[in-house]
């Protein structure tokens, strides 16, 4: 596999540990103004460090919601602190997956316990009352960004009014466990609460701190918490002209540690015909159900037994940008 060089620098974000929501390095405004409550998550993975920039630069900044309440979060701070440049994917978590446990019934069992379920534990309460949620995240391959806006039509309409990445993700998940953007009201199609997840780009590409400050910028006008004066310049990019929706179908999991691509996929790569052979686990053929179908992140750096290695994905419709 190619090891990607690191283009951004690795915030140090030591200065935001208090908090003053109750809770570690999670910081919430109040306007005292009616309005919606508005979270910008950054570190869901430690190793993913594009949203630690920006929110670091939002707390410096000091951004203060105009209507509304302001949550500016960094989740898996554990993880983060052993980030290695030598090693950097050994940082995406410490003992479990952290958006893998945002289930009621996981976070109330007492008898299970982690360094990923402490913090989410920790962190419940001020998610609690969130209202619209960004998630920012990057990837282990290079591929151009994408909004993860779950199953429901709701996260398909926010992803639409928020313009950008080009291509929209509808799923249900994954089966190792529930993301935090898939929550209890995320999830729930009567709730009015909504979440996206934004996979700005690889690990350490420069342009991945591009997206997460452009899809930041835009979710944070959207809501209307806050006025484009309070933005740093220079943050909203270009919209696309169109957006491509894609309806992932099912996963492909890994049953053991034998698995491999047929090719070096790095994601959103289409195969025209039904049959076409993307790999092997356990020296079985894993095929494309269907003509058209597309690969969504796939990626063998975390490869263990249970783990999604791609998920495949049809093209639903095009949504022109207004």
């Not at 405004?29 to 570190?43: C, E, K, Q, T």
């Not at 989740?75 to 479990?96: E, H, L, M, W």
Request: hydrophobic letters at 40%; charged letters at 25%.
């Amino acid at each position: 596999m190619n090891a990607y060089p690191i283009e951004i620098a690795v915030p140090d974000i030591s200065a935001h540990a208090a908090g003053n929501a109750g809770v570690p390095y999670v910081h919430t405004f109040d306007s005292g103004i009616d309005g919606p409550h508005v979270m910008i998550n950054a570190l869901t993975h430690g190793n993913e460090v594009c949203g630690a920039i920006v929110v670091d630069a939002l707390l410096r900044a000091g951004l203060r919601p105009r209507r509304g309440k302001l949550t500016l979060a960094f989740a898996n701070v554990d993880a983060y602190a052993r980030f290695d440049a030598g090693k950097p994917d050994a940082s995406r978590f410490v003992d479990q997956d952290f958006n893998r446990v945002w289930t009621a019934q996981a976070l109330d069992d007492t008898s299970r316990d982690s360094s990923e379920l402490r913090r989410a534990r920790a962190m419940r309460p001020v998610i609690d009352t969130v209202d619209l949620l960004l998630d920012l995240h990057s990837m282990h391959e290079k591929s151009k960004p994408l909004i993860v806006a779950g199953p429901l039509d709701k996260g398909i309409d926010l992803s639409a009014r928020l313009g950008t990445p080009a291509t929209v993700i509808c799923d249900e998940g994954h089966p190792e466990g529930r993301r935090m953007r898939d929550y209890e009201g995320f999830g729930d199609p009567s709730s009015g609460k909504n979440a996206l997840l934004i996979e700005c780009g690889q690990h350490w590409e420069a342009s991945a701190v591009t997206v997460a400050q452009d899809v930041t910028a835009r979710f944070l006008l959207l809501s209307g918490v806050i006025d484009k004066e309070d933005l740093p310049a220079g943050w909203i990019q270009a919209s696309p002209q169109e957006m491509l929706v894609v309806r992932v179908t099912e996963p492909v999991v890994a049953k053991s540690m034998d698995f491999r691509f047929a090719d070096d996929y790095t994601g959103l790569e289409v195969f025209p015909d039904a049959g076409s052979v993307i790999g092997w686990s356990d020296g079985v053929a894993v095929q494309t159900p269907y003509d058209d179908c597309m690969l969504v992140m796939p990626s063998l750096r975390q490869l263990r037994p249970g783990v999604t290695v791609v998920r495949l994905g049809k093209i639903e419709r095009r949504v022109r940008v207004a």
